[in-house]
T-cell receptor, first 114, second 113 residues
Framework: GDSVTQMEGPVTLSEEAFLTINCTYT??????LFWYVQYPGEGLQLLLK?????DKGSNKGFEATYRKETTSFHLEKGSVQVSDSAVYFC?????????????FGKGTKLSVIP | DARVTQTPRHKVTEMGQEVTMRCQPI?????VFWYRQTMMQGLELLAY????????DSGMPKDRFSAEMPDATLATLKIQPSEPRDSAVYFC???????????FGEGSRLTVL
């Protein structure tokens, strides 16, 4: 079945540092890929997405590129802020019939210190 | 701003009691999901509906959990009887099928003593 593997956290960075959170996936066909973010005390919200190979999703300074050859969708940001402290989830949506659900990774907690 | 609304936000109850959590999905969304989040297990899919029909509830303990959508504006998750191991945050999410994008509620934090 489909699966998503994320780097384990927690990740602690200083403000303005470069961020990479690795994500690899296993899926049949051509899934869509997503990054969701969960701020403390809130539900998850979509950060960015990519629906086909070589697409780059971007939002709020975050980027991720759909790499089919390496089955990866790594999240990057050039300069993190304290307000980016949250848990980040990589997810995929299958491409087959009935693929209504998302498969989530376990999440990576990011803490940014001033 | 359209959003998914969940009630209650917090619930503390004793073992053996019935717990009902409610969710109002975003108007026009035809898929509704229930997730449970714990530190140990992360996010677990419990059940989901499309056009109010249950599609998959294999993630749910059948003997004590039940999920329903009595109408398009209400989804419920019931636990009877509740146990301490059910303590978690329960999230409802809705979306349009085929987009892969889900909108999550703020969650219901359940504590079973």
């Amino acid at each position: 079945g489909d699966s998503v593997t994320q780097m384990e956290g927690p990740v602690t960075l200083s403000e303005e540092a470069f961020l990479t959170i690795n994500c690899t996936y296993t899926a049949t066909g051509y899934p869509s890929l997503f990054w969701y973010v969960q701020y403390p005390g809130e539900g998850l919200q979509l950060l960015l997405k990519a629906t086909k190979a070589d697409d780059k999703g971007s939002n709020k300074g975050f980027e991720a590129t759909y790499r089919k050859e390496t089955t990866s969708f790594h999240l990057e940001k050039g300069s993190v802020q304290v307000s980016d402290s949250a848990v980040y989830f990589c997810a995929l949506s299958g491409s087959g019939a009935g693929s209504y659900q998302l498969t989530f990774g376990k999440g990576t907690k990011l803490s940014v210190i001033p | 701003d359209a959003r998914v609304t969940q009630t209650p936000r917090h619930k503390v109850t004793e073992m053996g009691q019935e717990v009902t959590m409610r969710c109002q999905p975003i108007l026009g969304h035809n898929t509704v999901f229930w997730y449970r989040q714990t530190m140990m297990q992360g996010l677990e899919l419990l059940a989901y509906f499309r056009n109010r029909a249950p599609l998959d509830d294999s993630g749910m303990p059948k003997d004590r959990f039940s999920a329903e959508m009595p109408d398009a504006t209400l989804a419920t998750l019931k636990i009877q009887p509740s146990e301490p191991r059910d303590s978690a945050v329960y999230f409802c999410a809705s979306g349009e099928s085929g987009t892969g994008e889900l909108f999550f509620g703020e969650g219901s934090r359940l504590t079973v003593l």
